[in-house]
């Protein structure tokens, strides 16, 4: 049964370049959330997807948009990429968009390195 | 691998000894909690959970406590072994209309054998 998986695992992009980051979910699980983990803190809630649509966002710029698929994998867009945004990108996937009912299982990340 | 604990609060202990790591959260309205293990070049890795209707949860060898007077989490490590040695991360479920977790710092835990 194959966890949450994400790719590629090490980008290196220039300032003002345009990523995309890969994910796809536990087995079963419907529900993608993305986050954004700087060095040494812990992880930033950028937005969640369910039934291919965006249903909720963090303190994030629109720089920042994803997408999900029918088969629930999902992918985070970042344009116009600044020094900032270098960090480890952390793909999470549960059942339904509730907590409560599925905690979130992440990936291993995909390391992004800006310069 | 990578680290994800610089500068982090740190937690030495002996290999067989118990570890508490603390936690406060903000949001005296968030009802759901969760510990993750992350170690380095890893993911988060889901520990433990409690819901605000109870104060204590355990699991194998490890106990979660929630005082929420205060807004303060806990997770006791039973026997710590080196696999333990890791940053954690305390989470919680905000409820401001958006389902999502909040998660703090982190605590690095380094196992001495």
């Known amino acids: ?115 | 691998g990578e680290s994800v604990g610089l500068h982090l609060p740190t937690l030495s202990v002996q290999e067989g000894d118990n570890s508490i790591i603390n936690c406060a959260y903000s949001n005296s309205a968030s009802d759901y909690f969760i510990w993750y293990k992350q170690e380095s070049g890893k993911g988060p890795q889901f520990i433990i959970d409690i819901r605000s209707n109870m104060d204590k949860r355990q699991g194998q060898r490890v106990t979660v406590l929630l005082n929420k007077t205060v807004k303060h989490l806990s997770l006791q490590i039973a026997a710590t072994q080196p696999g333990d040695s890791a940053v954690y991360f305390c989470a919680e479920n905000i409820q401001d209309g958006n389902n999502r977790l909040a998660f703090g710092k982190g605590n690095q835990v380094v196992v001495i054998p």
């Open chain 1, 1 to 115: 049964d194959a966890g949450v998986t994400q790719s590629p695992t090490h980008l290196i992009k220039t300032r003002g370049q345009q990523v995309t980051l890969r994910c796809s979910p536990k087995s079963g699980h419907d529900t993608v959330s993305w986050y954004q983990q700087a060095l040494g803190q812990g992880p930033q809630f950028i937005f969640q997807y369910y039934e291919e649509e965006e249903r909720q966002r963090g303190n994030f710029p629109d720089r920042f948009s994803g997408h999900q698929f029918p088969n629930y994998s999902s992918e985070l867009n970042v344009n116009a990429l600044l020094l900032g945004d270098s960090a480890l990108y952390l793909c999470a996937s549960s059942l339904g968009r509730s907590s409560y009912n599925s905690p979130l299982h992440f990936g291993n990340g995909t390391r992004l390195t800006v310069t």
